[in-house]
């Protein structure tokens, strides 16, 4: 604590100790001119203390937190629920081909679905990178979530791929009745164009933002490094999601398209807890679509 002790003193009277003034959280600059009285009345200067608070810098952010500006929500005050650079950087090089495989090193990840038109195939590096294959193969990754999340990823876009594709506020696999098998909020990129979908339940869709250009004329080509965020809110039975990508990968995000759904076809199922979130590579033949820098983030 700083604290800020004032005396005054005569021959003929003595003050005691004033009151004491903690200063401690101060964060401006001030100034306290000290007078003396002359035996006329009059007051003289005698000196100012001044408080100037250093500059304190703030600490930076705990949990291997990207650079990520641009975005709706500060995401180093969230908390990480996947960072893929702690299981995929293991040193452990493995392959995973089975329908709902989990990661052998991440019992919360699994490979699924996919084989349409090429074998589902999985390969995780050890060196933080991973690739998958196999026509609409997806990787689910199990974690409670809710309110609002972020999404970073990032991908080389390959020709044999149409499209990326993610989905959050899922309970898409639990099975048996509409309630218990919401399929959330999904965006996908292409080459050209962008679009969002909204799953009420398994295989049942609703198209929130038609597949478009995006913004400013971008556009990605095959071969390119893809870096995209997605921010979602589920509020109740309304879902929100914001899409960007950092084109020049300095850590800028561009908005790329933003989507918003009231859920009426299932309410039951909006009002259970979503378990897990995915990615996807869509098309009959996506072979090897490297990807790294994979977090899920809950704000």
Known sequence: MVRLRV????????????????ITNFNTKFSIPIMKQLDDGTWEPVT??????????????????????????DITKGKILFNSNIPWGNGHER?????????????KTEV???GHGTPRK?????KKHC?????????YNHNDHDGAIVILDTFIFDKSMSNRS????SRHNEGGDKPNRTGGDQNHFALNERGAKHESYHASYHETVKDGPYPGGKKINEGDEVRIAIFGRKNGRNYQSKAFIDWDHDGNYTEVMSSNYMETENPEGAD????????????????DIESWDCYFIQM
Do not use: C
């Not at 999985?122 to 050890?126: A, E, K, M, S, V």
């Not at 690739?131 to 990787?139: F, I, Y």
């Open 48 to 73: 100012v203390l001044t408080f100037d608070p250093p500059t304190i810098e703030p600490p930076p952010p705990t949990g291997d937190f990207p650079v990520a500006k641009g975005l709706p929500v």
């Open 112 to 114: 699924a679905a996919g």
């Open 122 to 126: 999985w390969y995780i590096d050890g």
């Open 7 to 22: 005396r005054a003193e005569r021959s003929h009277l003595n003050i005691n100790d004033a009151n004491l003034i903690d």
């Open 272 to 287: 259970k807890q979503p378990l897990y979130w995915r990615f996807r590579v869509n098309g009959d033949a996506p072979k």
């Open 131 to 139: 690739k998958l294959s196999g026509g609409m193969s997806r990787v």
């Open 95 to 107: 392959t995973i081909t089975g329908h709902h495989e989990f990661d052998p090193d991440d019992p």
């Open 166 to 169: 993610y989905e959050w506020f």
